[in-house]
């Protein structure tokens, strides 16, 4: 490596090339001075710099004849049984141990060495490695990998979309599943299954297990469902739940999002925050009573947010002076936009004015529950074993259990 006062080898060439100019002006007396300078500056000698400056150019010439290979089939062979035997090291690591675990080796007849070819072994260089190891084969992974092929195959004939804010007609709905882990995967824990109409906003929840969710949801909703619009993991796409999708729902369409795009499934992500994160946070559930009292409040809340909360829906985007702005439709309850439509049932229909008759709101806090933290348990994100619950400053509190009634409403009279 060059000193700091020194040029490093392509730094004369550039030299010169500004120099060259001056140099073939015809005044010898400045040809003179030149040569003495650049003499001094690149510390070649006049001669050369004679015949470098009057050459056609100062580019340095390739190499024409190519240097004959050193290190013959012999030693490509040998470095390979040996790159094998050490598990793939690198080339900085191979060399030093190259020799020795090859001379192992041949004395349990796993490779047959001569004194040339431990001559070779003993001087190749960590350059000549790397390009030797780049030619052989490319090591084996430890563990089986998924290829592009070996990929979610049910995914592959499912279409990539986003179900369009401007949908009327109800049955396209957005379904998600939501984690109660508690910051840690270890272990089984409850989950929820949350639905959403797009057209309607009517939404439905469920800690069943998969079918026997879809099943709740499908018994419970008053319309079709047309379109499932999942995003691509696995508890949606297998072999089972595709199979039931198929014989249990009658002209079903399925679509998923994009592949990192959270975003295609805008309407239930939104819903994930607001009708169930703002309740249980990110606690971990992982009993069965825990599970039953879930689902109990959910049959609270599918009265309460279908019947009664209002909800705004998406009528026009408008771009003015570069500015896209959103125009509102008036808010309205699910129940209301989807006995606009004109496809529910008279049977629900009066079933449910009845229960909206029998039903008397009281002063509701979505964030009530997401404030009882000892219904749940937390997770250390540096271990893998859940732990209570404890209040900051403070000792842990007893397991409490979540009210089912009177949260949204009372119901009088029997449901």
Known sequence: ???DNEMTIDEPSKYLKKLRPRYLAPDRAEKGRLLTEMALVTRLH???LVRLLNQHSLER???VNRRSRHYGLAVEQAVAIVWESVDYLCAEWLQSALLPTAQHLARFGELQLTPDLEAQLA???VSTLQRLLGRLPRPPSRLPQKGPEQANRLCQAVPMRRLPWETVEPGHC????????GGSTAGEYGHTLQLIDVATGWSE????????GFRQIRARLPFLIRELHPDNRSEFFNTHLVRFFGEAITGLTLSRSRPYHKNDNRFVEQKNATLVRAYLGHLRLETAEQVAQLNALYDQMWIYYNLFQPVLHLAEKRRLEGKLRRIWDQAQTPYQR???????DPTPASSWRGAMSRSILVGYVKRSIGSWPACG?????RSREPKPWQPKGGTASAPVTFPTEGIAFRILGPR
């Open 46 to 48: 006049r001669k050369s």
């Open 338 to 344: 989807l006995l606009a439509t004109g496809v529910l």
């Open 61 to 63: 010439p390739r190499r």
């Open 205 to 212: 929840r469920s800690q069943r297990a998969m079918e026997a």
């Open 377 to 381: 348990r937390a997770v250390s994100p």
């Open 123 to 125: 001087q190749i260089s």
């Open 174 to 181: 957005e379904v998600e599943l939501v984690h109660h882990a």
């Open 1 to 3: 490596m060059p000193a």
